[in-house]
Structure formats: structure tokens, C-alpha cells
């Protein structure tokens, strides 16, 4: 009773801000009042917000408009193929016997919470038509990982926003179909599936990476939530409690196990590709569950405290042997571990690279220290105050708000975008460089690491740090990314395309505008200058591809505990 009086309450809670939502979309010179209650002489560290975070009308609409424009450009060259191809005008698919609405499932929600009602209506007209999951993927068999958090996500997602159960009937057919990939020895899922013969196709050496495996947990329990079928929840969660089980010393996950065996194989640690949203989930795994008390957030008080306990020894392992500082400005960055020797579980060498995917942690550390770390019984100001959170989540905000500046200082290139790799000095040598682009020659042929792919993993950091305390100086900075995408990735015939080198005035482009350009990096910049309401943090975790997922009540009793 009191779990359905619940989902109806939050399901109200969210109509009336959808339509409070529209409301200031259609009348959005009325609200630019609100800008008045922000004092712009003042910079101090963080000013205490008056009242709700409100809209930013023109520069929540130039996003808007941003995405239209890069949605248009595919509808008009690449409609309902998985990826889009700007430059030469074109799609590809996934599969060649056909596409799995990789791009248009991914962008729906989007649409929805911007209130773009005329393209919402085309790509569900599209999802009701033409989207089918039995393709074979003979040549190229669908990655597991990819497959969730973009599309079984992006229907969840879509689904909770519009209440459309056509979404529910595709995500129960996609997840029928990708749940062989979990029969492995170790129930670690393969890192690939067919979605027609529905079998997992395993990797050489059936090697997954980490994050691979542990970034599907939110949306099969979200989908057996939903339906009931407990199967989608115990198989999910069974990867977290393989992983737990073979934890090293340090607490860190090596990016590579091996799905037979249920071990981790000799691999580098990093909070970059391929490790970066296993640190995530823990958290948002956590999260995903309503506090037992209703007043307070705070720690030990989640139906779910084994993913808390794990969070918590990953964010100490991080402490203790990855966050650093450059000696010159003092930049923090997360370092990575390489494993040397046969003993390689106990010997470790540093390198001082940072992906740009690590950025993500800082806004997943600042949000941790206001929920797994607030003291118990406290309702968390906004910005938060520092003896509200626990020792460990006062370390975690100040790890995560520095972080956040280091990201941002790699953005101070010839275009303000910052590359895919960056290397940290970690001696005082070369003063002048606190860090760089590895093989990047002014004029040269641009290296991998010198390209922007359009990511959103700083600005979904800077929405989070914007939400957790009410400091402009975060909506500047989403704005100054913005900016920098609108001068330099914008295509003249239509859409955004990748940079090859962020250092190089004019740009180069790569033919791809990538999925999550829509779901991610849009939706985050969108998020930053609108109204809190229109997607409220305590409502919802929002899995790694940006999909909002509601906090609910579960019906089904975990069997991964304490
Ligand atoms: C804005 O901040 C400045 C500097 O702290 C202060 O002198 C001024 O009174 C403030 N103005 C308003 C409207 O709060
Ligand atoms: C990709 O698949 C979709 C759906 O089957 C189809 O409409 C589209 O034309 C395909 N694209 C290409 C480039 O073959």
C-alpha cells in the first residue's frame, strides 16, 4: 500500500513538474525575473542559493535549440539508422541486417524533458513502427554493455517520462534477449550477444572489462521492478557480488576479468574507459533505493547498505592511491595504476594519465558526500555544510570540488574543448606544464588522445556540482563548454561533429556525432540551466548514459547483502 501510494506520488510529483516544465518553456521571458536573485559581484567559494535553483531561459533555450539542430540533421540524413555520420551525410547500423534505434532510443527522453513534442512524436512514431531487436549481428554482434545503457536505458527511461507502455513491450524483448549473455560460469555477463539467436558471444580469452560487467545493475532492476520477473534482478546483481568477492587489498577494480573463471585478469586500474562506471554504479546502486525515513538522506538508511559498504572501501582505495596533485598549480587528477611482475595483484606503477571519462567522478564524488556521506539524521544544505557530512564525505566533497577544477584547467586549449587523454606532470620540472596532450605538435598529424568526441563526462559533473550547491560559477563553466562546442564542433550543413585535435585552430572533424552527444551531453548542459524541477535529484539516479531512473521501493529482496 504505502509502496504504491509512493510510485503514485512520485509519478504526480513528476507531472506537475513536466507541466510546470512546459509551462516556463512556452512562457520563457517571464521567468528571466529569477536571474535578479543571484548577486553577481559576489565570488566567494559558495554562496547559500535563495530558494529553488530556477531556470536560466535564453541559455536553457540555446541548448534546446542545439539539440534540434543536431537531431534535424539525422532525421534528415540517417533516420532510424544506429549511428550518424554528419559530414558525409549518412548512416551506418550496428548490424547489417538492420538497426536497433541505437540513436532515436537514446535521444527520447531528451526530447521529453525538453518538451520537444513534435520530435518526440516522430521518434516514437519510429519506436512503434520500425523498432525490432531479432537481428543477427553476424558480422558485428552487439556489445552487452552499450546495448543496455543506451537502448534497454533509453526505453526504460522513456518509459517513465511518458508512461507509454509500448516501451515497456520493447525493453522486456531486448532484456529476454540479452540475458543468455549472463549464462556464464561466473554469471559475469560476455561481452557481446546476438540478439536474434539470443546467445552470448564471448571475447577472446572471455575477457569483459570491469565496467562492462557492473554497468547493467540499475536497468535490469529497474525492468524487475517493473515486471516482476526476478530474473533480471538476480542475474544483474550476481556480477556485484562476484566482484566483491574477488576485491583486491586496495579495494580497486583492475578493468579486465575473465566471465569463466569470475577473477579479475592482470590489468591496468584506472577511473577511465573501461573501469570508469563500475565506481559509478556503486553508488548509484545504492541510491537507486528510497531512504527508509523520508527527512533525511544520510548514510546506513538505504534498503541496499552493501553497495554503500563497497562505494565507501573504492572511495578510500581511490584516497589512498590515485588522487594527486600537480606540484605546480596544484591540479588534482586521479592517477592509474599499471601491474608489474608476477605478483602483479601487490605491485603496482604509477601513470599520470587522466581520460577525460574520469571526470565523471567529480560530480559522482560531490553527490556520494551529500547522500552515502551525510551524518545521520541530516538534511544536507544547499551547498552543503561541511559538519553535516561525515569525515569521509567532507574528504569526498573536497576530493570531488578540486577535481572538478582540474578538469576544467584542461579545457584551457586553442578551442576551450579538452581532449580524450591527458598527461599530468607529476615532478617540478617543467614548471610551465602542468600537463599535456601526449604526441600533440602544433600542426602535426593529431594523435587518438587530442580529439573531443562531443563527451559529456565534465559537464554532467558540473550539472551535479550546480544542483549540490547553487555556485554560478558551475553554470559559467557548462557555458563556456557550450560555447566552445557551438564554435567548433557545429557543422555548417547540419549536426556536430567529433574534433581531431582540441589544440588546432581551425578544426578537423571525424564523420561521427556520437549517441551520446544527445542523450548525455545535451541533457546535461539542458539540465544545468533549467529549472531543478524539471528533474528533481532526489527523485531519480540517472544511469551512465544519462537515462533518469526513479527511486523506488523494491518489491523483489536482494540476495547480495551484508
Ligand atoms: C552583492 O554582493 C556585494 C559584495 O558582497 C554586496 O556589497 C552587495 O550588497 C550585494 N548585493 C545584493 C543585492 O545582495
Ligand atoms: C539501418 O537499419 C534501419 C532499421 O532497419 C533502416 O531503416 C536503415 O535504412 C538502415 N541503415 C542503413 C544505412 O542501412
Aim: hydrophobic share 35%.
Amino acid at each position: 500500500m504505502l509502496r504504491r501510494r509512493t510510485i503514485q506520488y512520485l509519478g504526480l510529483l513528476f507531472a506537475a513538474a513536466l507541466l510546470i516544465h512546459l509551462y516556463f518553456i512556452s512562457r520563457s521571458d517571464l521567468d528571466s525575473s529569477h536571474l535578479s536573485e543571484w548577486n553577481d559581484s559576489v565570488d566567494v567559494q559558495d554562496p547559500e542559493p535563495k530558494g529553488k535553483l530556477s531556470a536560466e531561459p535564453r541559455k536553457r533555450d540555446a541548448v534546446v535549440a542545439a539539440f534540434q539542430y543536431a537531431w534535424s540533421a539525422y532525421e534528415r540524413d540517417a533516420m532510424g539508422s544506429d549511428e550518424y555520420h554528419p559530414i558525409s551525410h549518412r548512416g551506418t547500423n550496428l548490424s547489417s541486417s538492420g538497426g536497433i534505434g541505437y540513436t532515436i532510443v537514446d535521444a527520447i527522453d531528451t526530447m521529453l524533458l525538453m518538451g520537444l513534442h513534435q520530435e518526440y512524436s516522430r521518434a516514437s512514431d519510429w519506436v512503434r513502427k520500425s523498432l525490432r531487436f531479432d537481428r543477427d549481428g553476424r558480422d558485428r554482434c552487439f556489445n552487452t554493455f552499450e546495448t543496455t545503457i543506451r537502448v534497454l536505458g533509453g526505453l526504460l527511461s522513456a518509459l517513465h517520462l511518458s508512461s507509454d507502455d509500448m516501451y515497456l513491450k520493447h525493453a522486456v524483448d531486448l532484456a529476454d534477449r540479452m540475458l543468455p549473455a549472463f549464462d556464464t560460469p561466473s554469471g559475469l555477463p560476455h561481452t557481446s550477444v546476438n540478439l536474434e539467436a539470443r546467445v552470448g558471444i564471448p571475447d577472446a580469452g572471455s575477457y569483459i572489462s570491469t565496467a562492462e560487467a557492473t554497468t547493467l545493475q540499475l536497468e535490469f532492476r529497474d525492468l524487475a521492478q517493473l515486471t516482476k520477473n526476478t530474473d533480471y534482478w538476480y542475474k544483474a546483481e550476481r556480477v556485484m557480488e562476484v566482484v566483491n568477492s574477488v576485491r583486491l587489498p586496495s579495494n580497486l577494480a583492475p578493468i579486465s576479468m575473465n566471465a569463466n573463471e569470475g577473477s579479475f585478469s592482470q590489468s591496468d586500474i584506472r577511473l577511465g574507459s573501461r573501469g570508469d562506471s563500475y565506481y559509478e554504479y556503486l553508488l548509484e546502486c545504492y541510491l537507486h533505493k528510497p531512504c527508509l525515513s523520508t527527512h533525511t538522506r544520510g548514510s546506513q538508511d538505504r534498503t541496499e547498505p552493501v553497495y554503500l559498504k563497497m562505494y565507501e572501501d573504492a572511495m578510500q582505495g581511490i584516497h589512498d592511491h590515485l588522487v594527486h596533485k600537480t606540484p605546480t598549480r596544484k591540479l588534482t587528477y586521479i592517477a592509474e595504476l599499471i601491474p608489474k611482475g608476477a605478483n602483479w595483484r601487490t605491485t603496482w606503477d604509477l601513470n599520470h594519465k587522466q581520460d577525460h571519462l574520469v571526470c565523471f567522478l567529480a560530480g559522482s564524488l560531490m553527490l556520494g558526500a551529500t547522500t552515502a556521506g551525510a551524518r545521520t539524521g541530516v538534511v544536507v544544505s544547499v551547498p552543503p555544510k561541511m559538519d553535516e557530512l561525515t569525515k569521509k564525505g567532507q574528504r569526498d566533497w573536497k576530493t570531488g570540488v578540486d577535481l572538478l577544477e582540474g578538469c576544467m584547467a584542461t579545457h584551457e586549449t586553442a578551442t576551450g574543448l579538452s581532449p580524450e587523454i591527458v598527461q599530468f606532470q607529476p615532478s617540478a620540472d617543467q614548471p610551465n606544464r602542468d600537463w599535456y596532450i601526449k604526441g600533440s605538435k602544433p600542426g602535426g598529424p593529431a594523435g587518438y588522445d587530442a580529439r573531443y568526441m562531443l563527451r559529456p563526462e565534465t559537464v554532467e559533473s558540473l550539472f551535479l556540482a550546480w544542483r549540490l550547491t547553487g555556485n554560478k560559477r558551475y553554470r559559467e563553466y557548462a557555458w563556456g563548454i557550450f560555447q566552445a562546442i557551438e564554435k567548433h564542433c557545429r557543422l555548417a550543413d547540419g549536426g556536430y561533429a567529433t574534433v581531431l585535435d582540441v589544440d588546432t585552430v581551425p578544426v578537423r572533424y571525424d564523420d561521427k556525432q556520437e549517441t551520446f552527444y544527445l542523450s548525455e551531453t545535451l541533457k546535461y548542459l539542458f539540465l544545468t540551466f533549467a529549472d531543478e524541477s524539471v528533474l528533481p535529484l532526489d527523485g531519480y539516479v540517472l544511469n551512465t548514459e544519462a537515462h533518469p531512473l526513479p527511486i523506488f521501493r523494491p518489491s523483489i529482496k536482494p540476495m547480495f547483502t551484508l
